[in-house]
């Protein structure tokens, strides 16, 4: 369903005409008549609250303007480039965690930064499923690595992984073949007790959207990656987890146990804990392949 918003409301005698609300608003509700701004098309308002925040007087009233204070003109925004640079290269996929758990409070902070996050037509559809405990970790690990016993049992027999690519592209098929030595390998590490899927981790994080939605796998993929920013600033370090979200996509038990209705899809998980090891050194990535037009 739709999520729908009361429009915003203009205050008539505090409205000074400078046009700016309309001029920011992206869903056309409003329009300058004469020298005051009014609503004109209000059924189409997303709630993304620009025209109440942009507003130099306070002559919109919106329920979702916040009470506190953007920075005013001229002030910075809360970083600076060369803060925010670092603070995205010093983040790194965290694989040891200490035996320690996540406390709800920080939990919460962590999603605040995804709720944050932009959406497609200010749809706000993220949803959260955070698994904080070892044993709901460890059945959920069990029905993961059960799916891939499956999948890779399937790879190995010509019949299956001509079934598999039909289902799911060739190009997948030969990844997977590919894989096959580091998946024996994996084995060892399982029958040995280590946990090369969640790597111990106290918090599994998954988020889903409807699938009708085209811009659910980008409002999901920003939503976690604000969760993981936010988790680094208080010390808590995240794994995304490619493994798990194509389970739960495509193992329906997975999906209906992690509670995943069936109208959506999984676009994102990760795991959390307070990291075991400090990194010393920051990484190079490739140059980036940009087009330059
Ligand atoms: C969509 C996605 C899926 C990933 N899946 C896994 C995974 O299943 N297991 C894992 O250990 N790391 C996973 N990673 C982490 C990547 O391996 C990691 O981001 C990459 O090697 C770069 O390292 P960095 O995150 O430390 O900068 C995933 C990352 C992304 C973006």
């Known amino acids: 369903m739709k999520r ?16 700016l609300c309309a001029e920011v608003c992206p869903s056309f509700v409003l329009d300058m ?3 005051k701004a009014l609503v004109v098309r209000g059924e189409w308002c997303i709630g993304c609250g620009h025209c109440g925040a942009v507003c130099p007087v ?17 002030r910075r925004p809360a970083t600076t480039a060369d803060t925010l640079l670092m603070l995205l290269r010093e983040r790194r996929s965290v694989r040891l965690y200490r035996n320690e758990p996540i406390s709800d409070e920080i939990l919460e902070q962590i999603i605040e930064a995804g709720r944050y996050a932009p959406t497609g037509s200010n749809s706000q559809n993220v949803h959260y499923v955070i698994l ?12 993961t690595m059960a799916f891939y016993e499956k999948v890779f049992s399937r790879v190995r027999k010509p019949i299956g992984a001509l079934l598999l690519s039909l289902l799911a592209g ?23 007790g280590k946990d090369p899927l969640f790597y111990n981790a106290p918090v599994v994080m998954v988020v889903h959207a409807e699938s009708w939605d085209t811009c659910s796998a ?20 995240c794994c995304f987890n490619g493994y798990l979200m194509s389970a739960a996509n495509n193992d329906r038990k997975i999906k209906q146990w992690l509670g995943i209705p069936r109208d959506h899809r999984c676009f994102g998980a990760m795991t959390l804990g307070y990291q ?11 140059p980036a392949k940009v087009s330059w037009r």
């Open 4 to 19: 729908t918003y009361p429009p915003p409301e203009i205050v008539t005698e505090m409205c000074t005409g400078c046009g």
């Open 33 to 35: 008549v004469g020298t």
């Open 58 to 74: 306070e002559a919109v009233v919106h329920e979702t303007i916040a009470d506190e204070r953007a920075p005013r003109p001229g």
């Open 132 to 143: 904080r405990s070892s044993s709901e970790i460890a059945s959920l690990r069990n029905m």
């Open 170 to 192: 060739r190009r997948i098929v030969e990844y997977l073949r590919e894989l096959l030595p580091k998946v024996e390998y994996v084995k060892g590490l399982i029958e040995e």
């Open 218 to 237: 980008f409002n999901c993929a920003v939503a976690i990656y604000n969760c993981s920013l936010m988790a680094h600033t208080m010390g808590v370090g």
């Open 276 to 286: 075991e090891v400090e990194f010393q050194r920051l990484v190079e990535r490739t």
